[in-house]
């Protein structure tokens, strides 16, 4: 009731205007037989009554005071400036910019986030914004088996398995098959996805490989090696990248991706138990029109004036229907805008120090905690800003540790069984020295 | 929002210069790209450097191999704070939005979005909350999500709620899949391979139909604006997987047969899905889980206030009735230690009950589930939004919000009803749907031209030329957040369009005239595709 | 305004034959029900078309339509000047915005397709 204006007055007039003599004549076409027999809802609070249940429920959170836990969301700095302007409520509370004339700010911005995912990933076009990473890669996966007439994929198992859990929950619909590509988890192997192992599924029933660099384990895969395998067979690569490394990683679209898809969260866009996050998707402009998700592009008015509008909708629900690319509506547009403030504020200079900075202290960590004797990489090959680390009853410390607000990483065996007595374990620029020493001590401790 | 005009040659200042679509041609920017204030060097966010110890540190560890390095830095803009934030300030000054101005888009619920729940969505315990946090640390977390299902399935009437969809749409393709694996644990997927959609639905059913791998059959409404019934019992049989509906209607019209449709759905072995997008309007009037509905979404940035955020995010909880319950996505947050009723009883009085535990369910734990549709529980943000915002009505805010909502459409087809043609003139519920048609017959002005000059007067447009079954649709929704004085306005501005459309139509055509843009050549836009800068430095590698 | 040379099929496509080969395209009154014409997806040189079967889609700014073949046959040529130039088929349906000829395969469907007076009374011209 705090929001709504009418008086009795008002009520009073606009019932008499209509002609009927209650509210209640307003609901008379619901019928008696289906009429709501209960709402037991709790009663209304006050705004500083709500706001003590809200600071409750967040209070019984524990955030921690040291996290290595990374496995796909990250703990960046969210610059105040990025915070500032998501916060505008002309970007907030606007809704699909339906009327280009009066929605300008909203399809510029929405312009220069798909200029700066181009040139990030190196593709030649980016779409408005996914729900997620995840949906991003299905999308990508579906798009993939459109383009090609095919209805198989590959996927790499070293790929985070959450994206492979949503990849195969939306091949699910259509009836795709999802082949996976063992990545080498053995004892002293690389933690990589083997090209001979890709290629050994590849056949030209195969619509893409979906591999993601750096993997699930931070590793770096070799990509352009991927993508010729996949090229060799007529399929698709979808790479699945983190965002923040591609100011030190090669684009993927100079190592042959045809499909790049990502989770954008690293980018100025807080934790918050999960989302709202935004999925970004770049391809080439040929498969533009089997791209999936809304799509901005600049033209003019009459009287020469620039301007941007929603473009090549008729792959979109709302023109094909039945027949559309995806079923997306509503995006992730302000998070989209959160990515395009936050690249604009850290700039090349600045992305760059993120990625160094994130990679530097994954790599204290990891030398910090083998010089303790606690820990041993568990794969060989070089990584990014997260590392597998082998540590002796991980699961029982892991849990020892978060007690003391201390989590150290992910538990691998949760997904890889075969991966017992494992943490994945991620630094980033917010990682302080004396984390990584109360980290290392902590783990002395539980020795 | 007036704006001066500024061509490039005076905007760009010592940045790249603007390029232009079409060189020689003399192109006005009303505000240049982010990447026009870009000075090599210049910054807005700085970091620290690594420590010694990350450096000693770091060397023992592999290098990056060299041929997985990026050859050349992102040509990323390079600005000073300042000019950053002027840049998005501008850029805002171009929207029309909620906290600007009315803002009657049909079926898409532009009601005011308080600011309290942006003020909770802010608390440090719920932003940096990691979703891969042990359980342990995100109590927090976990009985918000809990407590909103709970809250919402009161709402609904529906036995089990997941909250993982991340808007109406993707609430939609997992009630679709829900809804696949149901007939395929009873041996009938195979059979069942169709979708009942009526042809005044929203574009997104029929599509989320086919991503299902499912074949849509468009059923025709009847003269009142309903379902017909007659069409409908005809189409359902044993190769029927579902009807999905709209209830309330796009045209703002309550299914008065509904009891009916569901009734005729089940003994054709189908399942019943209400697409929630317009749940708005019979808030504590009509639980779709006691009229029979086998599953549902909710639009939270619709219903439940949420902001829009210029196209989202959103978030599309689902909930479903005992039978679709096992297929749920998986993982549901669960109450692991403590009594439900007890657990709920004090948190409606503001309390937490000590003992109580919140889990996410085991992997595997329910083997019938479709899988995850998203990473982690969904667009947690928007949860916290919509749970303060139910709190804050409460059960009768709730229902206010529906009578007022309703109260409002009714009023303004009221007094549009002479200007306007109204197919189906009847009692609406929060929205109305008129047709421009007769504008356009006799005087050649368009839907979209009365939606053009609507701009003129700093109102948003209804919704138009949707749904498709009205010739010239114009659906219009006010919501019940908008003061009488408002929708006066608005009906006193349609009133005079409707004038000028006889007396004066040229100048309805030349609208809008006082927005920073006019109307934009979209043909040009779409014929030839200009989706991102061109940098002009010659080293553009993507340049297709 | 309607030519008279020209067959013309229910779905607003029309063909000019021509010994044994037929030029298709979509009539005038198609293009304005579309609006501006933004993309066209043209069959393949050497694709069979079947009478009344889809062949191609054209799309406009807000609506798009699927293309029937008027006539079956094989596809000997197709008007590439659309990949670039769409709005040919706006501007000039009849002519330069002619979508493909085909080597028709059996003559006799052509009886089946409306003439200009039959398709001048269907559109309400």
């Given at each position: 009731m705090a929001y709504t204006p009418h008086t009795d007055a008002d009520h009073a007039r606009m019932l008499g205007a209509i002609g009927v003599a209650s509210i209640e004549d307003l609901f008379a076409d619901i019928p008696p037989a289906v009429r709501a027999t209960r709402f037991a809802l709790p009663a209304p609070m006050a705004e500083q009554e709500v706001r003590g249940e809200l600071s409750r429920i967040a209070a019984r959170?524990?955030?921690?005071?040291v996290s290595f836990l990374g496995a796909g969301a990250y703990r960046h700095l969210v610059p105040a400036v990025v915070e500032e302007v998501i916060g505008r409520s002309e970007f907030a509370t606007a809704y699909t910019p339906y009327q280009p004339e009066v929605s300008q700010g909203t399809l510029q911005s929405i312009y220069e986030f798909q200029s700066l995912i181009c040139e990030l990933t190196g593709m030649e076009v980016a779409s408005a914004s996914h729900y997620d990473g995840a949906t991003a890669a299905a999308e990508a996966a579906l798009m993939a088996c459109r383009l090609t007439r095919r209805d198989r994929i590959a996927i790499s198992s070293a790929v985070h398995p959450q994206v492979r859990a949503v990849i195969r929950t939306y091949c699910s619909g259509p009836g795709i098959e999802v082949i996976e590509v063992p990545a080498d988890l053995a004892e002293g192997g690389s933690g990589l996805t083997p090209v001979e192992a890709a290629a050994s599924v590849l056949t030209d029933e195969v619509a893409c490989l979906v591999a993601q660099q750096p993997n699930f384990f931070g590793g770096i895969e070799p990509m352009a090696e991927l993508a010729e395998a996949a090229h060799a067979v007529g399929a698709q690569l979808v790479a699945h990248v983190e965002p923040t490394s591609l100011a030190v990683l090669a684009a993927p679209g100079d190592h042959g991706a045809d499909i790049v898809t990502a989770e954008g969260q690293p980018l100025g866009i807080p934790l918050s138990y999960g989302g709202p996050y935004v999925g970004l998707m770049a391809a080439r402009m040929a498969s533009v029109r089997q791209m999936p998700g809304r799509l901005v592009g600049a033209t003019r008015d009459a009287q020469g004036r620039r301007g941007y509008v929603l473009t090549l909708q008729a792959r979109e629900q709302h023109i094909r229907r039945e027949k559309a690319a995806s079923n997306i509506c509503t995006n992730q547009a302000l998070c989209a805008l959160a990515a395009t403030a936050y690249l604009s504020a850290v700039g090349p200079q600045g992305l760059r120090e993120v990625a160094e900075l994130s990679m530097a202290q994954t790599r204290h960590t990891a030398t910090a905690l083998e010089e303790a004797g606690l820990a041993e990489r568990r794969f060989g090959a070089p990584y990014f800003a997260e590392v597998a680390m082998r540590v002796p009853h991980a699961a029982r410390r892991h849990a020892e540790l978060a007690a003391q607000g201390i989590v150290a990483g992910y538990v691998l065996e949760r997904d890889y069984p075969e991966l017992g007595d494992t943490l994945l374990l991620a630094a980033t620029e917010l990682t302080s020295d004396e984390e990584i020493a109360s980290l290392v001590e902590a783990l002395e401790a539980t020795r | 929002m007036s704006i001066a005009e500024r061509t490039s040659a005076d905007a760009s200042g010592r940045g790249a210069a603007f390029t232009s679509p079409a060189p020689g041609d003399e192109v006005k920017v009303v505000e240049p790209l982010i990447f026009a204030a870009s000075v090599p060097g210049r910054r807005a966010v700085r970091f620290p450097r690594p420590s010694e110890a990350a450096r000693t540190a770091a060397s023992a560890q592999p290098d990056l191999p060299a041929e997985a390095l990026r050859d050349r830095a992102p040509r990323l803009p390079e600005v000073s704070e300042l000019d950053l934030l002027r840049h998005f300030n501008r850029l805002s000054h171009l929207n029309h939005a909620i906290d600007i101005g009315f803002y009657p888009l049909g079926s898409c619920t532009m009601k005011y979005n308080p600011k309290v729940n942006e003020w909770v969505a802010r608390l440090p315990g719920f932003a940096a909350s990691h979703p891969l946090d042990p359980d342990a640390l995100a109590q927090g977390s976990l009985e918000l999500e809990w407590l909103l299902a709970e809250l919402l399935k009161e709402i609904s009437g529906m036995a089990a709620v997941t909250l993982?969809?991340?808007?109406g749409a993707h609430g939609e393709l997992t009630g679709m899949l829900m809804t696949r694996a149901y007939h395929r644990s009873r041996g009938e997927g195979e059979q069942r391979t169709r979708v009942l959609v009526p042809d005044s639905a929203h574009g997104t059913n029929p599509a989320t139909a086919t991503m299902v791998g499912y074949e849509t059959v468009t059923i025709p409404s009847n003269e009142r604006g309903g379902i017909d019934l007659e069409a409908l019992r005809a189409a359902?049989?044993?190769?029927?997987a579902a009807l999905m509906i709209t209830n309330p209607s796009t045209l703002g019209i309550f299914e008065d047969q509904i009891d009916q449709v569901v009734a005729a759905v089940h003994e054709a072995g189908a399942i019943a899905y209400m697409d929630g997008a317009n749940l708005n309007a019979i808030l504590g009037r009509f639980r779709p889980g006691e009229a029979g509905f086998d599953v549902m979404h909710f639009n939270l940035h619709k219903t439940f206030s949420t902001p829009h955020g210029g196209g989202g995010p959103g978030a599309g909880p689902v909930g479903v009735s005992d039978r679709l319950a096992p297929f749920l996505p998986a993982p549901l947050p669960v109450l692991v230690e403590g009594d439900p009723d007890e657990v709920r009883a004090n948190a409606w009085r503001g309390r937490g009950t000590p003992g109580a535990r919140f889990a996410l369910e085991e992997p595997d734990s329910r083997p019938e589930s479709i899988g995850r549709v998203r990473m982690h529980t969904g667009n947690f943000g928007m949860f916290v939004r919509a749970y303060t915002y139910i709190r804050s009505n409460g059960a009768d805010g709730l229902r206010a919000v529906s009578e007022d909502a309703v109260l409002a459409a009714n009023y303004l087809r009221v007094r549009l009803a002479d200007a306007y043609d109204l197919p189906y003139d009847r009692i609406c519920k929060h929205e109305v749907v008129f047709s421009g048609r007769r504008q356009k017959r006799r005087h050649g002005v368009t839907t979209l031209d009365i939606a053009k000059a609507i701009l003129d007067h700093g109102i948003h447009p209804p919704t138009i030329y949707f749904p498709l079954i009205v010739e010239e649709a114009l659906m219009i929704e006010p919501t019940e957040t908008e003061s009488l004085e408002t929708l006066d306005r608005f009906a006193d501005v349609m009133l005079d369009i409707a004038r000028r459309a006889e007396s004066d139509p040229d100048s309805l055509k030349r609208a809008p005239i006082t927005t920073p843009v006019g109307r934009l050549d979209e043909a040009t836009a779409a014929r030839r595709p200009d989706l991102r800068h061109t940098f002009d430095d010659g080293g553009d590698a993507a340049g297709g | 305004m309607l030519p008279e040379d020209l067959r013309y099929s229910k779905e607003h496509e029309w063909v000019r034959v021509d010994g044994d080969q037929a030029t298709i395209g979509i009539t005038k009154f198609a293009a304005d029900e579309l609006g501006d014409i933004v993309f066209v997806e043209l069959p393949e040189v050497g694709a069979t078309l079947s009478q009344f079967a889809t062949f191609g889609v054209v799309e406009s700014v807000k609506a798009v339509s699927d293309l029937y073949a008027p006539v079956s046959g094989e596809v000997v040529a197709v008007n590439d000047a659309l990949r670039d130039s769409p709005e040919l088929m706006n501007s000039d349906p009849f002519g330069e915005g002619w979508i493909a000829r085909v080597r028709v395969s059996d003559p006799g469907e052509l009886g089946g397709l409306l003439d200009a007076g039959a398709y001048g009374e269907l559109i309400g011209s």
């Open positions: 959170n524990a955030v921690p005071r | 993982q969809p991340a808007a359902l049989d044993e190769r029927t | -």
